[in-house]
């Protein structure tokens, strides 16, 4: 069972940054599909980007390309998305998900339905 802890959410103006933290425990991260997911009210939940844990590739929705990193340090059993040039549509709350290797090379990995474990979600508010 793998246990997940955010943190990192604030508020921040336009065009601001800020790191998002999970940290893992329970299992460690390794060989795991771990993603950032991101739902405002009344919107449905969207994946953001997604890092395979046993390898270097990582991936991300067009929207925040170029904008938002995910990372990971295997040490401190921690992923990081972190968030630059933030815009107000942005705004939402931020989950971390994991779910099994495969799904980081699946066409439809954004997808949150096959990510079995989650976070208690951290919240973003970019203001204009």
């Known amino acids: 069972r793998v246990q997940l802890v955010e943190a990192g959410g604030g508020s921040v103006q336009a065009g601001g940054s800020l790191r998002l933290s999970c940290k893992a425990s329970g299992n460690t991260m390794r060989n795991y599909c771990m993603g950032w997911f991101r739902q405002a009210p009344g919107k449905e939940r969207e994946g953001v980007a997604a890092?395979?844990?046993?390898?270097?590739?990582?991936l991300y929705v067009d929207s925040v390309k170029g904008r938002f990193t995910i990372s990971q340090d295997n040490a401190q059993n921690t992923v990081y998305l972190q968030m630059n040039s933030l815009k107000p549509d942005d705004t939402a709350t931020y989950y971390c998900?994991?779910?099994?290797?495969?799904?980081?090379?699946?066409?439809?990995?954004?997808?949150?339905?096959?990510?079995?474990?989650w976070g208690q979600g951290t919240q973003v508010t970019v203001s204009s």
């Open positions: 998900a994991a779910a099994g290797p495969l799904q980081c090379y699946s066409a439809s990995w954004s997808a949150p339905t096959d990510f079995i474990y």
């Open positions: 890092i395979y844990t046993g390898g270097t590739p990582t």
